[in-house]
């Protein structure tokens, strides 16, 4: 089992920066990735930024030189940079871990982000 707690989101106003916390606990093995994944009202749930076990990172198009995603591993938790916001990055962000050889498939309970002045 594996649980994933986000933290960080919140209002800010656009141009502004917030930065988005992932909380891993329990066991899993093998390769992974963890990833944002963001979803607006009235839209499907997309990839933000995904970073791997061996630290290569991929970022969407839309938050290119805007995000940034690392990882501490002595805290098990991933971060996301958010800076320069814009509105249309209002959305729920979700933090998913995905380990293939141990079957996990794991999502966090979200975290609103509201960007509006």
């Known amino acids: 089992q594996v649980q994933l707690v986000e933290s960080g989101g919140g209002l800010v106003q656009p141009g502004g920066s917030l930065r988005l916390s992932c909380a891993a606990s329990g066991s899993w093995y093998g390769i992974y990735v963890t990833g944002w994944y963001r979803q607006a009202p009235g839209k499907q749930r997309e990839l933000v930024a995904a970073?791997?076990?061996?630290?290569?990172?991929n970022y969407a198009n839309f938050v290119k030189g805007r995000f940034t995603i690392s990882r501490d591993n002595a805290k098990n938790t991933v971060y996301l940079q958010m800076n320069s916001l814009k509105p249309e990055d209002t959305a729920a962000y979700y933090c998913n871990l995905a380990a293939v050889q141990a079957a996990i498939n794991a999502w966090g309970q979200g975290t609103q982000v509201t960007v509006s002045s």
């Open positions: 970073i791997t076990s061996g630290g290569r990172t």
